[in-house]
T-cell receptor
Framework: AQKITQTQPGMFVQEKEAVTLDCTYD???????LFWYKQPSSGEMIFLIY??????QNATEGRYSLNFQKARKSANLVISASQLGDSAMYFC???????????????FGKGTLLTVNP | DGGITQSPKYLFRKEGQNVTLSCEQN?????MYWYRQDPGQGLRLIYY???????QKGDIAEGYSVSREKKESFPLTVTSAQKNPTAFYLC???????????FGQGTRLTVV
């Protein structure tokens, strides 16, 4: 079965510092996609960054970068120069086909609550 | 404006009653998803659909039902068989495998 694991329930970072949020995944599918979302206290889900399983380079979007290590099945999110507005819940997600299936399933981890301190 | 709309934002129901949560999208997306979010549990997949008239059970489908009669609509019914229905429900849609899913604003269901 597909699985996303985020081992850090909570993280603290000082404003302007960089922070890494961990994500490991498990799937038997060879073609899959990895996503990171941000959820502020308002509850909306904001897409941050995407990495395809066949992408050779790590994805970057502004201050966000994805450290993709395929052999280790990890897809860590790096936020550079943290801002107070980065304080939120962060979810790692994977879209893949389950073994024996034909439909793409989008599975989320339990999330990491990031707090940026001034 | 294109987007995905969930209604209502807040919903209160008495125990034992079925309730249907609405999810509509005008993004022309093929895939749609329903998630339940509880504190500390992340987003757990209830049902998902890749095309009209077809849907699959997710990880926590018991006590829920869905339909996909139109591409734009994917309503979720929380039945009386769902033992603990009070939660925040999120609907999402996506176009292709390698593009992000867009989310609605969510429905907070409280069963009393």
């Amino acid at each position: 079965a597909q699985k996303i694991t985020q081992t850090q329930p909570g993280m603290f970072v000082q404003e302007k510092e960089a922070v890494t949020l961990d994500c490991t995944y498990d799937t038997s599918d060879q073609s899959y996609g990895l996503f990171w979302y941000k959820q502020p206290s308002s509850g909306e889900m904001i897409f941050l960054i995407y990495q395809g399983s066949y992408d050779e380079q790590n994805a970057t979007e502004g201050r966000y970068s994805l450290n993709f290590q395929k052999a280790r099945k990890s897809a860590n999110l790096v936020i550079s120069a943290s801002q107070l507005g980065d304080s939120a819940m962060y979810f790692c997600a994977m879209r893949a086909v389950e073994s024996g299936g034909s439909n793409y399933k989008l599975t989320f981890g339990k999330g990491t609550l990031l707090t940026v301190n001034p | 404006d294109g987007g995905i709309t969930q209604s209502p934002k807040y919903l209160f129901r008495k125990e034992g009653q079925n309730v249907t949560l609405s999810c509509e999208q005008n993004l022309n997306h093929d895939a749609m998803y329903w998630y339940r979010q509880d504190p500390g549990q992340g987003l757990r997949l209830i049902y998902y659909s890749q095309i009209v008239n077809d849907f699959q059970k997710g990880d926590i489908a018991e006590g829920y039902s869905v339909s996909r009669e139109k591409k734009e609509s994917f309503p979720l019914t929380v039945t009386s068989a769902q033992k603990n229905p009070t939660a925040f429900y999120l609907c999402a849609s996506s176009m292709y495998v390698n593009t992000e899913a867009f989310f609605g604003q969510g429905t907070r269901l409280t069963v009393v």
